[in-house]
C-alpha cells in the first residue's frame, strides 16, 4: 500500500483544525485520515460498510503523529490482506455530509477546493470539485435485491443538479456563515454554527455530527458569492470583500419561492457583508470595517400565476394573513439577527394603470402600519418607498447619486462596524483567536450587544470595537435582483466612504461618483448581483441604472433586458421545476423513502411535510 502522500500546503489559519483527508476502504470499512494545515496531528474516523443503509460512525480518540499514522494504516493493510487490504480511494478537504437513497448511505466530499481570498489571516475556499461515493462494497451489493434502483438513479442525478462548484464556499477556521461583527462581539457556540440559516449542509452533515458531537470532519457550506480583490485610494492599497449568503430557508426558484412563509422566512433572503481592511503585508490587518445589508423576498402571502406564462405574469394576493402574523415573524427575526432599527426599502411602483406591483406597495404598507402600531416609538419600522424605474425615466443619469442620499439616510441610521488591534506582544494570536471557532470565543469578547460603542478588556491585548452596526437596511422589488442591486450598490458606497475614512484614508466619509473608486465598487456588486441573478432566475441580472465606462456614462439599451428576459422565460418554463426538486432533496425538505410519493408527483408547497426529520 502506498504510504500517506503529502499535498500542498494550505495558506491561511486554522491551528488545529483538520484541513486534508485521504479515504481509504477496506471491505468492510472506510477510513477517513486527517490532518492539520501543518500536518503535525492525524486523526482517524472510521465508517461502517458492512450495513450500509444505516450510519455507523465511529472516530479514533487519539491523535497520531505522521510516522504514527503511517504504522497504523500499514497494519489495517496487513489485517484486511485477505479481502483485498486497504485501498485508497482520494485524496480530500472536508466531508460534506451522508445522504440516504432508498438503499446504501451516499458520502458527499469535496474533492476540489481553491482559495479566494482571506479574512484575518483565515483562508477561504470555494468548491472546484465534489464526489458521491456509496458506502455499499460493490462485490456484496451485487448479491442485495436490486430495490427502488431506478428511483436511487433519479435521486442521485437530482442531488447532483445541486452543483457545488457554482458558488459555495467555506472556510476551516473562520465562521464564514456569521458576519465579521457577529463573529467578535456576539460569538455563536459551535455546535450551533451549522443551525444557522446560512449553511446549505445542515441536514446532510447532521448524521455525523450527531454521532460525533463535533464538526471537526466536516465543512460548512455557505451558498451566494465571495469577491476578494485590492483596491487603491490616494496611493493607499486596502483590501475589499463582498460575500453575500443566501439562506437556506425557504429556497428555491424565482415563480415556486415568492413571498413568505408562515414561519416568516422570505424568498430569495440574502446577507450582503462589504468588508474592508488596510493591506499589512505578512501581517493580521490592525483595523478592519465591515457594513451588512439585506435583501429578500416582499414578506407577505404572494405569487405570480405561471399557467399563462408571460414576461409579466399577474401578482396574486393570498388573502391567508390577515393580521400579518408571518410579516411580524419576519421582521422579528431581523430584529433578533441585526437589532433595530429594520428600515424596508421598497423599490417597487406604487401608481399604475393596471394595478399590479402596486397592489404590493399598498398591502406592504398596511402591514408595517399593523406591527408598528404595537410597537414602541424607538423600535418601530423604518420605511421608505424609492421607484427607481419612474425616476430612471425622468433622471436617468442622477438616479445614482440620488439614490445614495437615501442609502446615507439609513447609513446615519444603522452605523457600521470598525473594529481596532490593540498593540501588545500577544495581539496576532489573540486576534487569531477572535475569529477562530466558536468554542474557542469565550470570555474574551463579552456577549452584550446593548452598546453601539465598545471599550478594551484592560490587560488583555484584544481586538477592540469602536463601532458596531446596529440594524440593518432591507431591499426589496420584486424579483429582489435588479432594482435591489442598484440600491445594494448606492448602500455599498455610502458605505465605502465611511469605511475609509473610518482607517484613515480618506479625509472625508464619501466617494465621489466621479471617482474610478465608483466604478471598482460597482464591478463588484455587478458580479455579485450577477451571480444571485442566476442562482434564482436563471440569467444575469439586469442593469437598472446607467453605469460608466472608461469615464463616460453609458446608457441602457433595449436588448440585453429583452435578452435576459426570454433567458428567464426559457429558465421557468423548462428548468425551474427540477431545480426546485433538486434544491429539497439537498435541503431535506424531501427524503427519498419506499411507499413515499415521487417528487413528479409533489407541488410546490409539500415539500414542508415530506420526509423531513
Known amino acids: ?22 479515504l481509504y476502504a477496506a471491505r468492510s470499512m472506510f477510513f477517513v485520515v486527517g490532518s492539520d494545515e501543518s500536518r503535525k496531528q492525524w486523526r482517524v474516523l472510521k465508517i461502517d460498510r458492512s450495513q450500509p443503509s444505516e450510519l455507523n460512525i465511529y472516530e479514533d480518540p487519539i491523535t497520531y503523529s505522521k510516522s504514527e499514522c503511517k504504522c497504523l494504516l500499514e497494519q489495517l493493510d496487513h489485517e484486511n490482506n485477505v479481502t483485498g487490504g486497504l485501498n485508497k480511494i482520494t485524496v480530500c478537504y472536508g466531508i460534506v455530509g451522508f445522504v440516504k437513497f432508498l438503499g446504501p448511505y451516499y458520502m458527499l466530499l469535496i474533492t476540489g477546493r481553491k482559495k479566494i481570498g482571506a479574512i484575518c489571516g483565515h483562508a477561504i475556499y470555494a468548491v472546484t470539485r465534489s464526489q458521491m461515493i456509496p458506502l455499499s462494497d460493490s462485490a456484496r451489493s451485487s448479491y442485495l435485491p436490486f430495490v427502488g434502483a431506478e428511483y436511487r438513479l433519479l435521486y442521485k442525478r437530482l442531488l447532483r443538479a445541486v452543483d457545488l462548484t457554482k458558488d459555495f464556499f467555506f472556510s476551516y477556521s473562520y465562521n464564514i456563515m456569521c458576519s465579521l461583527q457577529k463573529n467578535m462581539c456576539d460569538g455563536v457556540p459551535e455546535e450551533a454554527l451549522y443551525e444557522t440559516m446560512f449553511v446549505w449542509n445542515e441536514f446532510l452533515s447532521c448524521g455525523i455530527r450527531d454521532h460525533l458531537k463535533n464538526t471537526a470532519w466536516t465543512v460548512a457550506l455557505v451558498h451566494g458569492s465571495f469577491k476578494q480583490g485590492k483596491l487603491s485610494h490616494a496611493g493607499k492599497d ?34 450582503t457583508e462589504q468588508i474592508v481592511f488596510c493591506d499589512q503585508p505578512d501581517e493580521i490587518p490592525r483595523e478592519i470595517t465591515s457594513v ?69 406597495t399598498e398591502k406592504l404598507v398596511d402591514a408595517i402600519n399593523h406591527i408598528n402600531k404595537d410597537l414602541p416609538e424607538s423600535d418601530r419600522l423604518i420605511y421608505f418607498h424609492w421607484d427607481l424605474q419612474s425616476i430612471c425615466r425622468r433622471r436617468s443619469t442622477e438616479a445614482l447619486a440620488l439614490l445614495c442620499k437615501v442609502a446615507a439616510c439609513a447609513m ?40 453601539s460603542r465598545r471599550t478594551q478588556q484592560d490587560g488583555n491585548g484584544l481586538a477592540t470595537p469602536q463601532r458596531r452596526q446596529k440594524g440593518v437596511l432591507r431591499t426589496n422589488c420584486i424579483d429582489c435582483l435588479d432594482r435591489t442591486n442598484a440600491a ?20 472625508v466619509p464619501e466617494v465621489d461618483l466621479e471617482d474610478p473608486l465608483a466604478d471598482d465598487l460597482m464591478n463588484f456588486y455587478r458580479e455579485m448581483g450577477d451571480r444571485l441573478a442566476l442562482q434564482y432566475v436563471g440569467s444575469a441580472a439586469h442593469d437598472k441604472i446607467p453605469y460608466k465606462n472608461n469615464g463616460r ?36 425538505h424531501i427524503v427519498p423513502w419506499q411507499n413515499k410519493p415521487e417528487l413528479s ?13
Not at 446608457?555 to 426546485?580: C, E, I, V
Open 412 to 451: 446615519d441610521l444603522t452605523g457600521f462596524f470598525h473594529c481596532r488591534r490593540t498593540p501588545t506582544m500577544d495581539d496576532a494570536l489573540n486576534w487569531l483567536s477572535l475569529l477562530n471557532d466558536g468554542s474557542e470565543q469565550s470570555s474574551d469578547i463579552s456577549q452584550s450587544a446593548s452598546s
Open 238 to 271: 486596502f483590501t475589499f470583500t463582498l460575500i453575500a449568503r443566501r439562506s437556506r430557508h425557504f429556497a428555491g426558484t424565482r415563480y415556486l419561492r415568492r413571498g413568505v412563509d408562515e414561519k416568516g422566512r422570505v424568498a430569495n433572503d440574502v446577507e
Open 488 to 507: 445594494q450598490i448606492a448602500y455599498g458606497l455610502t458605505a465605502l466612504g465611511h469605511q475609509l475614512h473610518a482607517l484613515g484614508i480618506k479625509d
Open 553 to 588: 456614462w453609458v446608457p441602457l439599451t433595449l436588448w440585453p433586458g429583452l435578452q435576459r428576459n426570454l433567458q428567464r422565460y426559457y429558465s421557468h418554463a423548462f428548468m425551474d421545476a427540477r431545480k426546485q426538486e433538486a434544491i429539497n432533496l439537498f435541503l431535506g
Open 292 to 360: 451588512v445589508q439585506n435583501r429578500g423576498s416582499i414578506p407577505l402571502f404572494w405569487s405570480q400565476g405561471t399557467r399563462r406564462l408571460g414576461f409579466k405574469p399577474d401578482i396574486i394576493l393570498e388573502k391567508k394573513d390577515d393580521n400579518f402574523e408571518a410579516t411580524r415573524l419576519h421582521f422579528e427575526n431581523l430584529v433578533n439577527r441585526y437589532e433595530n432599527p429594520i428600515i424596508v426599502l421598497n423599490m417597487i411602483k406604487k401608481q399604475e394603470k393596471k394595478p399590479r406591483e402596486s397592489l404590493l
Open 1 to 22: 500500500m502506498a504510504a500517506v502522500e503529502e499535498a500542498d500546503a494550505v495558506a491561511g489559519g486554522g491551528r488545529g483544525r483538520l484541513q486534508n483527508f485521504t
Open 601 to 613: 408527483d409533489l407541488d410546490s408547497d409539500q415539500h414542508h411535510d415530506v420526509g423531513r426529520r
